[in-house]
């Protein structure tokens, strides 16, 4: 799968059958913000998942922030 080029996201079917991970690792994406909806926070979260960088989950939850914009602009 074509993932934004910039974005820490892999999406390959030998891996988690094919669960978007964090790039260079076996951790959900929606790990994230399942952590997040639960109340962890982002720091509680790396440390629960040393593979996933800071960097890394910024980004993803820039590009959430950014399509629910791009979904207002719609509007």
């Known amino acids: ?13 030998d891996i988690l059958s094919g ?3 964090f790039e260079g690792t076996r951790v959900p994406v929606a790990a ?9 926070s982002l720091d509680e979260f790396l440390d629960n998942f040393p593979t ?5 989950a910024v980004r993803v939850l ?3 922030k950014q399509s629910l ?3 207002k602009k719609a509007a």
Do not use: A, S
Not at 1 to 9: A, C, G, S, V
């Open 19 to 21: 669960v978007p991970v």
């Open 69 to 71: 914009d791009d979904l």
């Open 52 to 56: 996933v960088r800071r960097e890394q």
């Open 32 to 40: 994230l913000l399942d952590n997040l909806e639960v109340g962890v």
């Open 1 to 13: 799968m074509i993932i934004e080029k910039d974005l820490p996201i892999n999406v390959d079917q």
């Open 62 to 64: 820039e590009y959430f």
